[in-house]
């Protein structure tokens, strides 16, 4: 069973920074795109930002140029790093990959969420 497991959120003032971790793990062959995605208290759930195998990345335009996210494709690993952090930028924040199990079955699989609360 292939499974996410995320880590780094928690209490920051404006202007902060701080960096969100994800770990794959599991019975898997190959992971294809990797993301971060957010949902704050009575919103939809947002993408902030997503990159493939290959290094290409997408971001949410409410992002760009403060949020980074990188990944490491030997460790099966995704990381958002996350700088003049906002108030708006509260959210519960969930990592998402998908790819192809080590029984050739396609998987798509979502973390647990971690808080990230941007408040002085």
């Known amino acids: 069973q292939v499974q996410l497991v995320e880590s780094g959120g928690g209490l920051v003032q404006p202007g902060g920074s701080l960096r969100l971790s994800c770990v794959v793990s599991g019975s898997i062959f190959r992971v294809n795109d990797m993301g971060w995605y957010r949902q704050a208290p009575g919103k939809e759930r947002e993408l902030v930002a997503t990159i493939t195998s290959g290094g290409s990345t997408k971001y949410a335009e409410s992002v760009k140029g403060r949020f980074t996210i990188s990944r490491d494709n030997a460790k099966n690993t995704v990381s958002l790093q996350m700088y003049s952090l906002k108030p708006e930028d509260t959210a519960n924040y969930y990592c998402?990959?998908?790819?192809?199990?080590?029984?050739?079955?396609?998987?798509?699989?979502w973390g647990q969420g971690t808080l990230v609360t941007v408040s002085s």
């Open positions: 998402n990959a998908g790819g192809v199990a080590g029984t050739g079955r396609v998987f798509e699989v």
